[in-house]
């Protein structure tokens, strides 16, 4: 279980190139997410256009960049969404995107049922309409459903369903489960963070500690659910989970904005973690060279947790959760499972935490208009 030592330490040191990383094509979505990482809405008129989107694609390419993760914002919103999609797949650069689903119809389906080194996420924050709409936004429910039954449809193989946990959802995971075997999907889970509009809705929705144990037992028994590296705080319980125990940011992941900004983890969209820009100096040089992606890739500190026996299987948690909520790199995750980052949030009495930057929510509701 987990990963072996000599790769963990292999990535903490940093590679020449991202094994994967999330590339955030546009801010513009048609909803409203309460828990939107990037605070997503409005569309930056400064995005990349589609000439400096296929020279960055070029650039993923030439690393042999494993894949990359698109997102947004909804990325099919974009006018030139499939023909970048068909570029990064005719370049061998896999594609995995993330969508709300609204805007996959049947014809959309097929056409991505027919293409190699492309993966689907359909973003789904509850197995009933009831708690996923609560979060998400009315009628995002049956969308997302309506998308999985054409994916299904065309043949397109096992997509994701992509669920972040709150403490709305831990009690459905075997309904969600259920509903990936129906699609013929896989389940991923995700951690929720205190990014981007998350900052304030975190406190309301973050599992219980009582939860987060709960989520943990459920995961090594299902230990071909996809977690990427969400979970790895939790495995300060006992057995390792499945996975890198290691925060990746500016190691093995990063994050390309619409604007061409690089951050050091898709969960980390603030000034004090951006790196530098495509446009100014291209990927690779940001990735090998930049200031911040060298000093992330120093040997860690362990900080407040040196003394914890189980700081080797949790490696001090999340950076991003620590930062947003107020905490230093040094201090303990705050979803610590011993309570160590409930009690440093404490001792500190925060009146004003860190909120991510730039915020394109849209200032009215947002409806889910007809395909």
């Not at 999330?22 to 400064?46: F, I, K, Q």
């Not at 509903?179 to 889970?189: K, S, T, V, W, Y």
Request: hydrophobic content about 40%.
């Amino acid at each position: 279980m987990g990963a072996d030592r000599s790769l963990r330490d292999r990535f903490e040191h940093g590679l020449a190139a991202p094994i994967c990383l999330t590339w955030e094509l546009t801010w513009a979505c048609n909803l409203a997410c309460v828990h939107c990482l990037s605070s997503s809405g409005r569309r930056d008129p400064d995005e990349l256009t589609t000439s400096e989107a296929r020279t960055l694609i070029d650039e993923f390419a030439a690393l042999k960049v494993f894949y990359v993760n698109v997102g947004g914002g909804e990325p099919t919103i974009r006018a030139d969404f499939f023909e970048l999609l068909e570029y990064a797949v005719d370049r061998k650069v896999g594609v995995k995107f993330s969508t709300n689903g609204t805007r996959i119809t049947r014809t959309r389906a097929q056409r991505l049922a027919s293409m190699d080194y492309v993966d689907v996420q359909v973003s789904l924050d509850g197995a009933t309409r009831v708690v996923n709409d609560a979060v998400r936004g009315a009628g995002s429910y049956d969308a997302a459903l309506l998308a999985m039954s054409e994916l299904s449809d065309a043949g397109f193989g096992r997509f994701k369903i992509s669920v972040v946990m709150t403490r709305e959802n831990v009690g459905q995971l075997d309904h969600l489960e259920a509903l990936a075997e129906r699609f013929g999907a896989q389940l991923r889970l995700t951690r929720l963070r205190p990014s981007g509009r998350g900052v304030d809705s975190y406190e309301s929705l973050r599992p219980t500690a009582a939860q987060n144990r709960a989520l943990y037992d459920w995961l090594l028994a299902h230990p071909d659910t996809l977690t990427g590296d969400s979970f790895f705080h939790l495995s300060a319980f006992g057995e390792a989970l499945e996975g890198l125990n290691l925060c990746g940011a500016g190691r093995v992941v990063c994050l390309v904005d619409p604007i061409g900004d690089v951050y050091a983890c898709p969960f980390v969209i603030h000034e004090e973690f951006r790196a530098g820009n495509v446009r100014s100096s291209g990927f690779r040089n940001v990735w090998q060279n930049s200031e911040l992606f060298r000093s992330l890739r120093e040997p860690g500190n362990a900080g407040a947790c040196a003394s914890c026996g189980s700081y080797d299987a949790c490696r001090g948690g999340c950076m991003a959760a620590k930062f947003f909520t107020g905490l230093e790199m040094s201090d303990p995750d705050p979803e610590c499972v011993f309570g160590h980052g409930e009690a440093a949030l404490a001792a500190k009495k925060l009146t004003l935490r860190p909120t991510s930057s730039p915020d394109h929510s849209r200032k009215v509701p947002v409806a889910i208009s007809a395909r």
